[in-house]
T-cell receptor
Framework: DAGVIQSPRHEVTEMGQEVTLRCKPISGHDYLFWYRQTMMRGLELLIYFNNNVPIDDSGMPEDRFSAKMPNASFSTLKIQPSEPRDSAVYFC???????????????FGAGSRLTVL | GNSVTQMEGPVTLSEEAFLTINCTYTATGYPSLFWYVQYPGEGLQLLLKATKADDKGSNKGFEATYRKETTSFHLEKGSVQVSDSAVYFCALGRLGNQFYFGTGTSLTVIP
């Protein structure tokens, strides 16, 4: 398997522009997570999906952020309008739910580094 | 609630030194525990995991033991290499794939 695939790897945009980040999870994984990583705040969970349905979006910072998962093999994270404080590395991760107790391993993508000028 | 507290960094060690990165957790129920590693410019990768008390996870010379009595999952390696320089994250996973990450500990190993 190619792992979790994110695009673009790097994005530089100007304040006010729309940004769309994309993620292809590992085939068969039924959980998908979006994280944001910054030096100041570390790794933050933004939203996660189970079977394409958003389960918890309490980490989405503002209405400017939205995420969709139209099918099991694709998700987007959109920022509109973007602001300089959105500059960060955004990670997508996927996982397969284990039956029984415990949680299964999260597999992360390589990340999308966003710079908003 | 659920949370993970890990040792503040950065940590700088000489090659072949012994490494310990402390991690303690607070959780309801019986979580799984993980260590992830992030190399520069890359995403987080699973380093090792343990799913129940007294389990020992190990990989690439790293080890961590799930200690329920002390709610800890400390990462250790007997002899670090320059290639181990990275950021290490302790994480807790609960039923339903809810994950909680520590703040990360940066390790630099110098020759």
């Amino acid at each position: 398997d190619a792992g979790v695939i994110q695009s673009p790897r790097h994005e530089v945009t100007e304040m006010g522009q729309e940004v769309t980040l994309r993620c292809k999870p590992i085939s068969g994984h039924d959980y998908l997570f979006w994280y944001r990583q910054t030096m100041m705040r570390g790794l933050e969970l933004l939203i996660y999906f189970n079977n394409n349905v958003p389960i918890d979006d309490s980490g989405m910072p503002e209405d400017r952020f939205s995420a969709k998962m139209p099918n099991a093999s694709f998700s987007t994270l959109k920022i509109q309008p973007s602001e300089p404080r959105d500059s960060a590395v955004y990670f997508c991760a996927s996982s397969l739910l284990l039956t029984g107790a415990g949680a299964n391993v999260l597999t992360f993508g390589a990340g999308s580094r966003l710079t908003v000028l | 609630g659920n949370s993970v507290t890990q040792m503040e960094g950065p940590v700088t060690l000489s090659e072949e030194a012994f490494l310990t990165i402390n991690c303690t957790y607070t959780a309801t129920g019986y979580p799984s525990l993980f260590w992830y590693v992030q190399y520069p410019g890359e995403g987080l990768q699973l380093l090792l995991k343990a799913t129940k008390a007294d389990d020992k996870g190990s990989n690439k010379g790293f080890e961590a033991t799930y200690r329920k009595e002390t709610t800890s999952f400390h990462l250790e390696k007997g002899s670090v290499q320059v290639s181990d320089s990275a950021v290490y994250f302790c994480a807790l996973g609960r039923l339903g794939n809810q994950f909680y990450f520590g703040t990360g500990t940066s390790l630099t190993v110098i020759p």
